[in-house]
């Protein structure tokens, strides 16, 4: 179900899209301003952006993405570039305002939709707060040197492979939760695993190119390529389970 259906009349629909645009010009203007729209936030939109095209996203559903973007920004800066002013107040207000049509359409697809875009949108917060210095891996090498009692070098080889494998499971998930969220947006399951897959790698992208720019963090192609693994298998797994669904 496309997200304009039920909204409500067509100058409804266009205030409520440019009161999600909103949010994300302001948020966009102030990172700019503070030398902080990084490589990174810019492959993330992009990725949403192509990942909402490849569903036949309308302009609407543009800016819902757009407004997922300011809301991933607002926690990847969080406290902010400095403490928000009226400017960014505004940012939120509209914000709050204009993402009512996303809630409605959760609604009107049931009670399984609402759960999937909270996790949906969990997930990609927890990129947001982890692809910096708090997803160090120095407490995980800790643990297993002075919990599990391993020699540093073996600490470390548990932490790469601890970290790896969730590395693929995670992405695999998110993509398995944005192919639910695709599928109700279009039948067409080619479409769906195109919405899926870009979506997470955006998020990939933005988490290595983060990496990239923290100390003491390494942002990698390898990983990315990791990640990408764990979408295919994750979304192979989906794309048997749709065909045996629709074979009965």
Not at 228 to 248: C, D, E, I, K, P
Request: glycine share 10%; hydrophobic share 50%; proline share 3%.
């Amino acid at each position: 179900m496309p997200l304009d259906s039920g909204v409500g009349s067509r100058s409804v629909r266009q205030l409520t899209t440019i009161l999600l645009f909103g949010p994300w010009l302001i948020i966009s203007w102030r990172l700019l301003e503070a030398g902080r729209f990084t490589l990174g936030f810019a492959a993330l939109c992009a990725g949403l952006l192509i990942a909402v095209l490849s569903v036949g996203g309308n302009l609407l559903g543009i800016g819902c993405a757009a407004w997922y973007a300011s809301v991933f920004a607002l926690s990847w800066q969080a406290p902010g570039p400095r403490p928000l002013n009226p400017i960014d107040h505004g940012a939120l207000i509209l914000g709050t305002v204009g993402s009512y049509v996303l809630v409605q359409w959760c609604y009107r697809q049931g009670r399984s939709t609402v759960v999937i875009a909270a996790l949906l949108l969990a997930l990609g917060l927890i990129i947001s707060r982890l692809s910096g210095e708090a997803g160090s891996p120095g407490w995980m090498v800790e643990f297993f040197r002075d919990t599990m009692g391993m020699s540093e070098g073996s600490a470390l080889i548990a932490t790469v492979v601890v970290r790896k494998a969730v590395h693929f499971a995670f992405y695999g998930i998110m993509a398995l939760l944005a192919a639910a969220i695709g599928s109700r947006l279009t039948f067409d399951i080619r479409r769906t695993m195109a919405f899926a897959t870009f979506w997470t790698l955006a998020h990939a992208a933005f988490d290595e190119l983060r990496q990239n720019q923290t100390p003491n963090r390494t942002g990698t192609f390898v990983d990315v390529v990791l990640d990408l693994m764990g979408v295919a298998f994750a979304l192979l797994l989906w794309y048997r389970h749709q065909n045996r669904a629709t074979s009965r």
